[in-house]
């Protein structure tokens, strides 16, 4: 059982009645309400041993729910960032395997697949280790696609579906256009460090940092050059870069950052946020 809804849920078989959200008093009540739960949870992380949300902005609730009220035509957007191994990855597998069970409506984007075609680099040096170690600083925001990122995300919160780009991580450099199909949902979830460049993150209604400390994050880090075929020199010396490089490039946006949540969380503990959330958000009966 959900600790969080055999705590805070409704256990009865009757469901609270729906508003008409396409009214102004309707969406008014479902921010009232939302509020309340987004309380319930921040209660219950404190009392937790283990918190999940290290850092939340005074002003993020009341924004977040005024814009719910005032734009209710548009998708819920949301950013998620933080520096290499830092568990954003990982816990965005584990909301797509709760989407799958649950049904919800919820689309993932990988923004790393908006780095921009190395190829032509890669092939010229001989290996993308050779490219780095001759001082290609392949994080930097101008490697990306961040203009085609942002129109993306735009279309995506108005509604549009996307033909989004694929990068190919096996060491080519080749990014392929209009690779992956991307739906529109009620909630659309960006993940990477690109998403907290400009101006992508402007477009964001919540704003994620994944805050890990350095020793976990370098120990996952070099647990994965394994599963990489990757030999253990090169994946330190590449660890020296991504670890700069997210200094340099990573760490400021936590600035920017509506909510702070601890990386190094259970990841147990992390689904049964998720899953208490989509609870509250189908409490409603359609039945009048």
């Not at 392949?138 to 129109?151: G, I, Q, T």
């Not at 509506?258 to 689904?271: Q, V």
């Not at 899953?275 to 189908?282: A, D, G, L, M, R």
Request: proline share 3%; glycine share 6%.
């Amino acid at each position: 059982m959900n600790a969080l809804i055999e705590t805070f849920g409704n256990n009865s078989k009757e469901k609270l009645q729906k508003p008409n959200f396409d009214t102004r008093i309707g969406r008014e009540f479902l921010a009232f309400y939302l509020q309340t739960k987004f309380k319930q949870i921040l209660n219950y992380d404190k009392k937790n041993k283990e918190h999940l949300f290290l850092e939340i902005k005074d002003d993020f609730i009341p924004n977040f729910l005024d814009r719910l009220v005032n734009y209710p035509e548009k998708k819920i957007m949301i950013g998620i960032t933080g520096e290499s191994a830092s568990g954003k990855s990982t816990i965005c597998d584990e909301i797509r395997k709760i989407i799958k069970e649950k049904n919800m409506p919820i689309t993932i984007i990988n923004a790393d697949n908006y780095f921009r075609d190395i190829s032509d680099l890669i092939k010229k040096y001989g290996s993308f280790d050779i490219l780095r170690d001759n001082g290609h600083d392949v994080d930097a925001p101008e490697n990306f696609r961040l203009d085609l990122l942002f129109e993306h995300a735009l279309k995506l919160k108005d509604g549009f579906d996307i033909n989004a780009p694929k990068y190919l991580t096996n060491g080519t450099g080749v990014s392929v256009l209009n690779a992956i199909e991307v739906k529109s949902n009620k909630i659309v979830v960006i993940e990477g460090m690109a998403s907290m460049f400009e101006p992508v993150r402007d477009v964001f209604d919540i704003k994620i940092y994944v805050e890990t400390s350095k020793k976990i994050r370098k120990k996952r880090f070099l647990e994965r050059a394994k599963f990489r075929n990757q030999d253990m020199e090169n994946a330190i010396k590449h660890w020296g870069y991504v670890e700069g490089a997210g200094l340099k490039y990573i760490q400021p946006s936590k600035k920017y950052s509506d909510i702070i949540i601890n990386g190094e969380a259970d990841l147990e503990y992390f689904i049964q946020v998720v899953e208490y959330i989509n609870h509250i958000t189908n409490s409603f009966s359609t039945q009048s």
